[in-house]
C-alpha cells in the first residue's frame, strides 16, 4: 500500500451527495412487522385522549363524567387544549346548565374572606 492509499483511506467521506436520503421514501415500502400498532380510527398527528375517572383520586359522579367528556369533545374538535371560561360556559350551556336559583356561597370560601 503506498502513502497515498493509507491517506485516502484514513480520511472520512463528508460529501453525500451522491446518496440522497430524500429520494428514498422509507414510508412507502411494505416492510412487515411483527405488532400493527398504527390504529386505523386515529388520524396522523392526533394525541390518544381518553378521559379515565380512575386517574384521579376520588370518585366521579355522572354529570362530572359526563362534563369531562363534553370538554374533552369540544378540545378536540376546536382544537383548544385551553379553553377559556367563556368556552367552558358555552359547554356547560350545551349539556342543558341554566341559571335557575339565587347564587350561593361558594365552595371552599372561609366566612370572612375575600
Same mark, same amino acid.
Given at each position: 500500500?503506498?502513502?497515498?492509499?493509507?491517506?485516502?483511506?484514513?480520511?472520512?467521506?463528508?460529501?453525500?451527495? +451522491?446518496?440522497?436520503?430524500?429520494?428514498?421514501?422509507?414510508?412507502?415500502?411494505?416492510?412487515?412487522?411483527?405488532?400493527?400498532?398504527?390504529?386505523?380510527?386515529?388520524?396522523? +398527528?392526533?394525541?390518544?385522549?381518553?378521559? @379515565?375517572?380512575?386517574?384521579?383520586?376520588? @370518585?366521579?359522579?355522572?354529570?362530572?363524567?359526563?362534563?369531562?367528556?363534553?370538554?374533552?369533545?369540544?378540545?378536540?374538535?376546536?382544537?383548544?387544549?385551553?379553553?377559556?371560561?367563556?368556552?367552558?360556559?358555552?359547554?356547560?350551556?350545551?349539556? +342543558?346548565?341554566?341559571?335557575?336559583?339565587?347564587?350561593?356561597?361558594?365552595?371552599?370560601?372561609?366566612? +370572612?374572606?375575600?
Amino acid at each position: 500500500m503506498s502513502i497515498d492509499e493509507a491517506a485516502v483511506s484514513d480520511r472520512a467521506i463528508t460529501d453525500r451527495r +451522491g446518496n440522497n436520503r430524500r429520494t428514498v421514501d422509507r414510508r412507502k415500502r411494505q416492510i412487515p412487522v411483527a405488532v400493527e400498532r398504527r390504529g386505523s380510527e386515529r388520524r396522523r +398527528g392526533e394525541r390518544r385522549r381518553q378521559v @379515565d375517572p380512575t386517574t384521579c383520586e376520588r @370518585d366521579y359522579n355522572e354529570q362530572e363524567i359526563t362534563f369531562m367528556r363534553a370538554m374533552d369533545q369540544y378540545k378536540r374538535d376546536n382544537r383548544r387544549p385551553f379553553p377559556t371560561w367563556s368556552e367552558v360556559l358555552e359547554v356547560l350551556h350545551a349539556l +342543558g346548565y341554566r341559571k335557575v336559583a339565587e347564587a350561593m356561597e361558594l365552595p371552599g370560601l372561609k366566612p +370572612g374572606r375575600s
